[in-house]
């Protein structure tokens, strides 16, 4: 039975002069009774402003969210949400946090109370019920976040990346406990709808993963999970899975027509120079070709880390991606052989060719007749296409690449972006 279902939604924020910049488009998909589903993706994909509009917390631009076939607000949906930053209150007890929800459900204060209690235990946290949240380590402030929620009973449980700010062994302990519970039915909850950006603990816990691009959002895949609990991270079939998860993620959108990808603006992964010729090298060292999930898990990186540093080297013309492994070009070959300055000459060279925005720049600059512009300029070029904060990302990260191929450089006291000659001739 369908207990959720997105129909074609699209979300929209509202700019400065009239704009508008699209974050998520055409979004469709159900939650079933007995689910968990995940929806993964790159940053930018706008995955929490989804989980937000499903759970009735932010309203779609266009398109709609049924609850048991009914427009979520006639509904009047039973759900909770467990939150990335624990959202527990600092002056409160564990048992008064839990306590909480329900006495904002009108429920009797005796009965609030044993329901607190019982979910207190089902958590592990019996014992703490007076602690307070600076007594508790991260773990167990996610575990009172977690015992609200379940406590008010949800048919539904959202989940924004509810593990991501603890430490591996303890976000480890969380996901088997949380799983443990779930298939041996002592939650309440029918189905559990994940925002998460780490692969591996997607695929550990789901039945179905939602697998989404970026700028904007769209759905690439849906994909089922029938690998049998508890999963194993080291069998064949759950890598089989991991490296087919990557393959996914690191392909163009084909379902999108070329003309239209051509005529948005291009988006700059937010990576670093450093750390782009880092991963070229450990590439060109591992015989110029190295498995995705594999490097990943070397490196002890999430996919909202590594897919900037893939995805740019693709930008540059650097690498290839072919079925979850990034493949060095013959340009990626020279550049890891080079030295530190034909790096930098390759490099410029690169950046001219490939990159919308340094080209832009580049330019710009030298139209210009003191050659320097203020950033400000370029921002409001960029906010015709992102939001306010990723034009900034976006400028950033073309001022890293631009000023390491020394084609311009930065002034960060003024703000302004010059031609070197422009110094020079100050």
């Known amino acids: 039975m369908n207990l959720l279902e997105a129909k074609n939604i699209s979300k929209s924020f509202s700019m400065a002069g009239g704009k508008s910049v699209l974050v998520l488009e055409d979004i469709s998909f159900t939650v079933q009774e007995g689910e968990i589903v995940s929806i993964v993706g790159p940053s930018g994909a706008g995955k929490s402003s ?5 759970s009735g917390l932010a309203e779609p631009t266009r398109g709609e969210v049924l609850y048991h076939g009914k427009p979520l607000k006639e509904a009047k949906p039973n759900i909770a949400m467990v939150f990335q930053s624990f959202a527990i209150f600092p002056w409160l007890t564990v048992l008064e946090n839990v306590e909480l929800g329900l006495i904002a459900r009108d429920l009797p ?11 207190i235990d089902l958590v592990g946290l019996d014992g703490f019920e007076e602690a307070y949240p600076r007594e508790l380590s991260g773990g167990m402030k996610q575990r009172v976040g977690i015992a609200r929620a379940l406590a008010v009973e949800p048919e539904i449980l959202f989940m924004d990346e509810p593990f991501s700010s603890l430490d591996i062994l303890t976000a480890e302990n969380l996901r088997g406990e949380l799983i443990d519970l779930w298939l041996k039915k002592r939650m309440p909850t029918k189905a559990i709808l994940l925002v998460t950006h780490n692969i591996e603990e997607a695929i550990e816990l789901s039945d179905r ?3 989404m691009s970026h700028n904007p959002g769209r759905i690439k895949a849906d994909l089922v999970v029938t690998l049998p609990h508890p999963r194993d991270r080291n069998s064949k079939e759950f890598k089989y899975l991991l490296d087919e998860l990557y393959t996914i993620l690191t392909r163009p959108p084909e379902e999108v027509p070329f003309l239209i990808r051509k005529e948005r603006y291009q988006f700059l992964p937010h990576a670093k120079i450093g750390a782009i010729s880092g991963l070229i090298e450990l590439v060109y060292d591992k015989g110029g070709r190295a498995d995705i999930p594999q490097l990943a898990s070397d490196l002890s990186m999430e996919v909202d880390d590594i897919f900037p540093l893939t995805e740019a080297a693709v930008f540059l013309g650097l690498a290839e991606i072919k079925e979850g492994d990034i493949i060095l070009t013959e340009q990626g070959r020279v550049f890891a052989e080079a030295d530190a300055l034909s790096k930098k000459e390759l490099f410029k060279d690169m950046a001219l060719k490939n990159i919308q925005l340094i080209k832009q720049i580049v330019q710009v600059l030298s139209q210009s007749a003191k050659h320097r512009i203020s950033e400000d300029f370029f921002i409001e070029i960029l906010e015709n296409h992102f939001t306010e ?38």
């Open 209 to 211: 993963i939602i697998v």
């Open 109 to 119: 204060p005796d009965e609030a109370h044993e329901k607190a209690l019982k979910v």
């Open 389 to 426: 904060e990723e034009a900034w990302n976006q400028l950033e990260t073309a001022i890293d690449w631009g000023r390491y191929a020394e084609l311009f450089a930065y002034d960060y006291d003024t703000g302004e972006l010059y031609l070197e000659e422009a110094k020079n001739e100050d």
């Open 50 to 54: 989804l989980l937000r509009i499903l």
